[in-house]
T-cell receptor
């Protein structure tokens, strides 16, 4: 079946450094890719998303890049802060069935 | 403006029982999706409803069913509970189907099956 791979599974960075999380997907017709941040015991919160008609989108310290040919997309967080520590999930919307497939998550720890 | 709400917040059941989980979408949203999130994993898609019709179904057994009401709220029912059904059940809403609109998650219902 369709799946989304996400790497790394855990990531530790020093405060102020950048963090990059990468996802690959299998459905070549997928056209919408959101990223969610989930803090312990809380709901997933949308932080940024990208549609297949653009290659990059930026919102302050957060950016997402998409390479449709290679079927991968990445989350970039610059100038990381301790409050960025959370689990981050990527997702891809399948081209059929209104079905989102989520990656397994990346646990980001920003060390002060 | 209230976000997506879910009830109950926590639930403990025993194997073989059934459970009903409820979701109220953001006011004006007509699409509701249900997800199961097992501890340490990403959410797994269960169902998606738009305008009271099922629009998508994930790879879950027939013990799982759902419906959407005229006010766009939704229920997820699970029969013959198994230990493996223990998870956080998330509801997400959007104005249109997720292919066209961003979806927003509720706080979830944490189900424990003993």
């Amino acid at each position: 079946g369709e799946n989304v791979e996400q790497h790394p599974s855990t990531l530790s960075v020093q405060e102020g450094d950048s963090a990059v999380i990468k996802c690959t997907y299998s459905d070549s017709a997928s056209n919408y890719f959101p990223w969610y941040k989930q803090e312990l015991g809380k709901r997933p919160q949308l932080i940024i998303d990208i549609r297949s008609n653009v290659g990059e989108k930026k919102d302050q310290r957060i950016a997402v890049t998409l390479n449709k040919t290679a079927k991968h997309f990445s989350l970039h967080i610059t100038e990381t802060q301790p409050e960025d520590s959370a689990v981050y999930f990527c997702a891809a919307l399948l081209s059929y069935g209104q079905n989102f497939v989520f990656g397994p998550g990346t646990r980001l720890s920003v060390l002060p | 403006d209230a976000g997506v709400t879910q009830s109950p917040t926590h639930l403990i059941k025993t194997r073989g029982q059934h459970v009903t989980l409820r979701c109220s979408p953001i006011s004006g949203h007509k699409s509701v999706s249900w997800y199961q999130q097992v501890l340490g994993q990403g959410p797994q898609f269960i169902f998606q409803y738009y305008e009271k019709e099922e629009r998508g179904r994930g790879n879950f057994p027939d013990r799982f069913s759902a419906r959407q009401f005229p006010n766009y709220s939704s229920e997820l029912n699970v029969n013959a509970l198994l230990l493996g059904d223990s998870a956080l059940y998330l509801c997400a809403s959007s104005f249109k189907p997720p292919a066209e609109e961003t979806q927003y998650f509720g706080p979830g219902t944490r189900l424990l099956v003993l």
